[in-house]
Every structure is written in C-alpha cells, then in structure tokens.
C-alpha cells in the first residue's frame, strides 16, 4: 500500500520529462499529467508490480471555466480560451491504494488520449465526458453520444456555457 | 351507468342510447400500455397490484400499443424519449386516452428551469387528457386521474360539434 505521494515521486521518476507537478486546488491532491501522455502513464500504473492499479473507480470531465467572459445582450455568454479537465480516479484491488490523476486540456483543442484500451470500462465513461463536456478521446473504440439524442448537434450541455436550442424536432425545449 | 345488477323485478328488455352504450364499454375497459419510466412508474406498478387493484376499473396492462387504449406517461419525458413516446401514441388505435402522470411529465418538474434534456410538459409532444399532479402522486391520486378520465369518456358524444 502507497500514499498519493509516494506514486507521484514512483511517476517523477519514471517519466522526469513531464511529469513534475500535483494539483492541489481540490481536496485532493491530483497528479498533473499531459493529454497525450495518458495512456502509457496509465499503461505503466496498470502494470508496474508496485502499483498494480487494476481498476478505473470514476473518470469525470470537468469546465474549469477560466477562459475570458464574453457576455452577451441576453444574459447569456461564451468563454473565448480557458480550459477543460478530465480527472481520473484510479485504485488497486490488490494493494488497496488509491490515486488521482489529471489532465488539462485547451477548450479549443480538447483531445485527451483514450484509456479504455486498459480499463474496458473507460469505454462508456469516455463517452459521457465527451457527450457532457466535449472532450475529444483519440483512439477511442467507438466515440458517440451516450446520454443525449444520438443526433444532438447543440453542443455539450454541461459546459458552462452551453445554451438550449429552442427546438428539438419540432419539440419546444427551453 | 353502474351496475345493474338485482335493478329489476322480471326479465326484461333494457333500453338505453347507442352513445350511453358505447361510452360505457369503452370506459369499462380501458387497456394501458405495459410502459413506464421514472420513480411514478413505480407508483403506477403499485397502482396495478393487489392492494389498489387498477384491474377493478378494468385497466390491464398490455405490452403492444397496437392493443392499448389509454397510456400513463408515468415519469420524466427526457428529449430523447419524447419522440419514442410520441411513436408508441401513433400506434395506438383511435379511440385514445393519455394519462399525465406527475410534475414532470405534466411541467417539467424539478427540471423546469436546469433540464436541458427534459420536455417541459407532456402536452408539447402528445395531447394529454387528464393531469395527476404529485411528485410522485399516491396510488389513490392515479386512481382519481383514472376516475377523472372515465367521467371524461361518459360524456362523448357521437354528435359532431357544431362550430362556433
């Protein structure tokens, strides 16, 4: 069993190149990886004999809502900028230990790399974060919308600035 | 109408509107479609089991709409079901009766202002006959909703309506 600590300074020294920092904005701390990095990091926490993190508890997206506010006459605005996140929550049944990783990407670009050719139950929680919040996961098996209409074309209704289309097949939304 | 039984002293012929004779027979059985989706399906399910008994006001559920008259649209109308249920009333056969279950298929509910994905009222997607109100309503409020319907259907005319 390893404290969050001691698999980040196992990581710092597998991957010195990018991996150097922890988020410690939310309660816990979050180790900070890159977008395109993620699925060999994840590979290598899968399969190192120390860490053994054989299952994928949560995968959630989250609008960090930081880019520049463009208000509009309506009330309603749009963020130009600013960035998205995908946080992992990822435990080993064997060794009973936990850890937290996090990726930031750009709104504009919001391409994370697929884990669901590690954890298979990755598959549908990548699809909800890309059906909610609009992140792109590249290598993704089979990448459509989980939870709304499947030809829903109004944009990722939990970002925060998403607004309602005023119909939906003839049917009145807002 | 009501029951009629031990109304008469000898054998006799009954006499009574076509209308009246209809109307009756269509109330009397009314068949629902086997079909419901959130937390007032529950209730509904509740509603059809042996302690409230739907099957004495002859409500059966049937799993083909194609057999169905009445359909309770027992819980939150996402978007993406809306144009499901509005396929299963299309199959329906004339005459049909929808039952509006709940504040969020009467309104849109709790999701009234958050929802993005819920239909703020059943009646923007098919016609609705009776509303129940409640969050969930109680077995015996969809029992009222049932009673409300039937009074509804005694009062049918096979008279067209003359245009105002």
């Known amino acids: ?174 | 109408m009501g029951l009629l039984d031990k109304q008469f002293s000898d054998e006799n012929i009954i006499l009574t509107k076509a209308e009246d004779l209809l109307n009756w027979a269509r109330l009397s059985s009314l068949w629902q479609v086997g079909f419901g989706l959130a937390c007032c399906a529950i209730e509904m399910m509740a509603t059809s089991a042996s302690h409230y008994d739907f099957d004495r006001f002859g409500v059966i559920p049937r799993p083909s709409p194609r057999q169905a008259d009445i359909i309770i649209i027992s819980g939150t109308v996402t978007l993406k079901m809306a144009t499901r249920i509005k396929r299963i009333y299309e199959q329906m056969p004339d005459p049909k009766y929808v039952i509006s279950m709940g504040s969020c298929s009467n309104s849109g509910g709790p999701y009234w202002e958050h929802g993005y994905h819920v239909v703020k009222g059943m009646d923007r997607v098919i016609p609705v006959d009776v509303y129940v109100p409640g969050c969930p309503p109680r077995p015996e409020a969809l029992l009222e909703g049932l009673l409300k319907l039937q009074e509804k259907i005694r009062n049918e005319s096979l008279v067209k309506k003359e245009k105002v």
């Open chain 1, 1 to 174: 069993m390893k404290t969050q600590q001691e698999i980040f300074e196992i990581l710092k020294a597998q991957y010195p190149d990018f991996i150097t920092t922890q988020d410690t904005e939310a309660n816990e701390l979050a180790i900070e990886v890159p977008a395109l990095q993620i699925n060999s990091v994840c590979q290598f926490l899968a399969s190192n004999p120390d860490l053994l993190f054989d299952s994928l508890i949560l995968l959630s997206a989250l609008d960090d809502a930081n880019g520049k506010k463009n208000s509009e006459a309506d009330g309603s605005f749009e963020f130009d900028g600013g960035t998205l996140s995908v946080i992992y929550h990822l435990e080993s049944s064997k060794l009973r230990h936990k850890v937290v990783l996090k990726v930031v990407v750009p709104r504009e670009k919001p391409e994370v790399e697929s884990v669901s050719s590690i954890w298979q139950h990755a598959d549908w929680e990548e699809r909800e974060a890309y059906d909610m919040i609009g992140i792109i996961f590249l290598n993704h098996p089979n990448l459509q919308r989980i939870l709304m209409p499947y030809d829903w074309d109004a944009g990722f209704p939990l970002r925060k600035d998403y607004k309602n289309p005023e119909f939906y097949m003839g049917i009145k939304v807002p």
